[in-house]
């Protein structure tokens, strides 16, 4: 496995890239909209592609670089169910696996310190975000942190973790880079407790001030979705209910770009093709199969994901090599659903 540590001094956050092999798909977790073009640079001397970039939750003390990301590399941008980000590709939940070209990280809803936050395990390390900390646990006083739920997350999910596995935070400000879970049951001197309510007494007694850069960082954030209305404004879009009425016709070929954990969760639109979007590219490009299926039928692509937001780069990436007439459904499967539209499972 590749695996890096990154850190962004001003936040002191940690962001970790990983990979399974040199010329392989990545995944960054936590990345930092200051360091983006410092993960772009090692991404390519690594010779890797990115192709997820994931949060553990919304953070408050630095700007995410999901966006950015996203943006240069159209990679999936994603989160937790929960999140109050407007829009992220995919949205995560407990017990899903979060997977990339031969790695998959069990997914742990972990919530405390905010209510989207979640952990990412592997065999032998967990990213914990901000949920358990090296010596420390995420502050839980934010409008929707709870001490009670952190303490389950950490005592009920965590902690229940092999011992030797490696705890990788979102942060640390003493400059401690890993630990343990035995470590941390034995020395994190928040976990000496003997009950929830001793746990909620000193998370709801620590005074903390709020993050420098929280009235910044929360609503920017929030604001992390693909602007889907570049895509409409170009005539390549169709809103739900145009999409119900394009869904029967014998000239439309349905492209469903999601995972297969994503369309066993949120069922398919009947009769659709599955393209996973990592492997779209080649699908599109002459001599793959989509592109050859417009070809030979003329039929008219409708490309559609989760929230629209893969989707909307599969067109412009459609539109790129020639299929003209590709568009997709804005909001994806989310909002075909708000428009009653069927779903198969
Ligand atoms: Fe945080």
Request: proline content about 4%; some cysteine.
């Amino acid at each position: 496995m590749i695996f890096r540590q990154l850190f962004d001094s001003v936040s002191s956050t940690y962001s970790y890239l990983l990979a399974s092999r040199q010329g392989g798909e990545a995944l960054i977790i936590d990345p930092v909209l200051d360091k983006v073009d410092r993960y772009l640079r090692l991404v390519r001397e690594l010779d890797l592609r990115l192709v997820k970039a994931v949060d553990t939750h919304l953070h408050a003390d630095h700007i995410t670089g999901l966006g950015a990301l996203r943006d240069k590399t159209q990679c999936i941008t994603v989160m937790g169910e929960q999140t109050k980000a407007d829009v992220v590709s995919m949205r995560l939940a407990d017990g899903d696996r979060l997977t990339i070209e031969g790695l998959a990280l069990d997914v742990v809803y972990t919530p405390g310190h905010t209510d989207d936050s979640y952990s990412f395990a592997l065999p032998d390390r967990v990213f914990t975000g901000d949920t358990l900390l090296i010596r420390g646990t995420g502050c839980t006083d934010f409008p929707n942190g709870d001490a009670r739920h952190q303490y389950e997350s950490i005592f009920g999910r965590l902690l229940k973790l092999p011992d030797s596995t490696l705890v990788y935070p979102a942060h640390d400000y003493r400059g401690d880079t890993v630990s343990t879970i035995g470590e941390e049951k034995a020395f994190n001197p928040r976990l000496q407790v003997r009950s929830v309510e001793e746990y909620v007494e000193i998370m709801n007694n620590l005074k903390l001030a709020n993050p420098k850069m929280m009235d910044v960082a929360v609503p920017a954030n929030m604001k992390v979705g693909l602007h889907q209305d570049e895509i409409a404004r170009r005539g390549w879009a169709a809103n739900a209910n145009e999409a119900l009425a394009l869904a029967g016709k014998p000239d439309v070929a349905l492209i469903d770009l999601r995972e297969r954990s994503e369309r066993e969760r949120q069922g398919i639109i009947p009769g659709a093709l599955h393209v996973p979007y990592p492997r779209l590219q080649e699908s599109i490009a002459p001599g793959g199969v989509l592109h050859e299926l417009v070809r030979s039928t003329g039929k008219r692509l409708v490309l559609y994901c989760a929230f629209g937001e893969r989707s909307a780069m599969a067109v412009q990436a459609a539109q790129d090599e020639g299929l003209t007439s590709a568009c997709h459904i804005e909001g994806g499967i989310d909002a075909w659903k708000r428009a009653n539209g069927p779903l198969v499972r």
